[in-house]
């Protein structure tokens, strides 16, 4: 099956810690983001990548980092700096971010929260 | 003003009854738009994309006003299981040949027995 997976489910870190959220797709898709999920709130772009090897900020960047090494996958490393990382963070994939006509496809989600 | 935006809701509606929610967005050189349902503490599932005026799946029908910069969802004899949130999707160029996916709050529907 075709798909995006995120693990873990569940995550619990304490403060000042670095925790790194997994996420792989095996669509073949070109584009893989980042989003925060808080309640009430609709999803906000952390952080995006178009290629292998390049990725860009999103718009809540800041306390955040990412690699993109392999096509499949798109890590993203929750820093200490991240002032309220508690949250609901997902990930997803599209063909590509370069027209304006593709859908994105979300993984099940990583729920983080600071102990 | 929002870029995207919906109405929260909740709106309550009895099983049988036909619910419409719409979504505005604010930049006209938007793309492509699309209705994603998600269910409590789940991702969101793609329901439904709109390219050109509408689109129709079954129970579903979505419609796209371009003059004025809406974008609407039908669901006709509703079911307990559609009780959940439905995200409004925009998709719009911000250069360089490159788009980003704009998305709304989220309507919450509760379809009641």
């Known amino acids: 099956d075709g798909g995006i997976t995120q693990s873990p489910k569940y995550l619990f870190r304490k403060e000042g810690q670095n925790v790194t959220l997994s996420c792989e797709q095996n669509?073949?898709?070109?584009?893989m983001y980042w989003y925060r999920q808080d309640p009430g709130q609709g999803l906000r772009l952390i952080y995006y990548?178009?290629?292998?090897?390049?990725?860009q900020k999103g718009d809540i960047a800041e306390g955040y980092s990412v690699s993109r090494e392999k096509k499949e996958s798109f890590p993203l490393t929750v820093t200490s700096a991240q002032k309220n990382p508690t949250a609901f963070y997902l990930c997803?994939?599209?063909?590509?971010?370069?027209?304006?006509?593709?859908?994105?496809?979300f993984g099940p989600g990583t729920r983080l929260t600071v102990l | 003003r929002k870029e995207v935006e919906q109405d929260p809701g909740p709106f309550n509606v009895p099983e049988g009854a036909t619910v419409a929610f719409n979504c505005t967005y604010s930049?006209?050189?938007?793309?492509?738009f699309f209705w994603y349902r998600q269910d409590c503490r789940k991702e969101p599932k793609l329901l439904m994309s709109v390219y050109s005026s509408g689109n129709e799946d079954g129970r579903f029908t979505a419609q796209l006003n371009r003059a004025s910069q809406y974008i609407s969802l039908l669901i006709r004899d509703s079911k307990l299981s559609d009780s959940a949130t439905y995200l409004c999707v925009v998709n719009m160029g911000v250069g360089s040949g490159t788009y980003k996916y704009i998305f709304g709050t989220g309507t919450r529907l509760k379809v009641l027995a």
């Open positions: 930049n006209s050189a938007s793309q492509s």
């Open positions: 997803a994939s599209s063909i590509s971010r370069t027209s304006g006509y593709n859908e994105q496809f």
């Open positions: 669509l073949n898709h070109d584009a």
């Open positions: 990548s178009q290629i292998v090897n390049d990725f």
